[in-house]
């Protein structure tokens, strides 16, 4: 049986190290429930140091991500407030192995949400919506994993920040995005792009943490997925995304 805890270890300790490491399935293949355990384990080790739960990230949630990684279903991580940017701050780009950043919708909720919902119960649920960017940092060589790899690196999330947020009301279908960096637009977007419409990733994320025992908490944020490819990061680089009706967001990257 392979050692899900030294294994969440050795994802952990090259995620603090900033230091890139072999695929974990190149010594042993690794089920769906040992990489979401790996990841829980990983994580796991960062509260224990202080940092506490936010919330939750999805991903693959474009239909020609799945396709092109042969599944048929989103995959989720889990956010700490340790991975939190504020809007204009500065990351830190020696705190990351090959970090990429991009433009996402984020929900931040008003009370539990978790199980079999539909859209509109979800939305029931969202206090607040913003546009917000994920810092994608995958801790394998090359940025080059199978999924079992990813999930188990707590699909590569590293960071993200908010922008304003806005009312639960506000139609995010299918906003226009701009992703800039030093001013100059180097992704342009949709959030249609999100599973056709964000309020699916929210739906879908509720479902998965419910299968895993975990109801998404009032006060939590979901980051509902990409919505454009992600951009390598630079120090020096100030990077914004400008979003349909939404605002703004930045951070620069010291």
């Not at 940017?85 to 991009?102: C, Q, S, Y």
């Not at 119960?121 to 080059?144: G, H, N, T």
């Not at 977007?189 to 699916?200: E, F, K, N, Q």
């Not at 509902?224 to 995304?241: E, F, K, W, Y």
Request: hydrophobic fraction near 50%; include cysteine; proline fraction near 5%.
């Amino acid at each position: 049986m392979a050692d899900l805890a030294g294994l969440a270890q050795t994802v952990d300790d090259a995620a603090r190290q900033a230091s890139a490491i072999p695929q974990l399935t190149e010594s042993a293949p690794l089920t769906p429930e040992q990489s979401y355990r790996i990841q829980a384990l990983s994580v796991g080790r960062r509260l224990a140091r202080g940092e506490r739960r936010v919330g939750v990230k999805m991903g693959l949630t474009s239909r020609a991500k799945m396709i092109q990684v042969g599944v048929s279903e989103v995959i989720w991580g889990r956010l700490t407030d340790g991975m939190r940017i504020a809007d204009g701050g500065t990351l830190e780009r020696t705190r990351f192995v090959h970090p990429r950043i991009e433009p996402e919708v984020a929900f931040l909720l008003r009370r539990p949400l978790s199980g079999e919902l539909s859209p509109v119960e979800a939305l029931a649920a969202v206090e607040a919506v913003a546009p917000a960017m994920e810092v994608i940092d995958s801790r394998y060589r090359d940025f080059k994993f199978s999924l079992a790899d990813v999930v188990a690196d707590n699909c590569s999330s590293a960071a993200f920040v908010i922008g304003p947020w806005a009312a639960p009301s506000s139609d995010i279908a299918n906003l226009g995005m701009l992703l800039e960096v030093d001013g100059r637009v180097v992704q342009v977007g949709s959030s249609a792009a999100i599973l056709g419409h964000p309020l699916r990733s929210l739906v879908a994320a509720a479902r998965l943490s419910g299968q895993a025992g975990e109801a998404l908490d009032a006060g939590w944020i979901v980051l509902a997925g990409g919505a454009t490819a992600a951009h390598p990061l630079a120090a020096g680089m100030s990077v914004r995304t400008v979003m349909q009706a939404l605002g703004s967001v930045a951070l620069r990257v010291a």
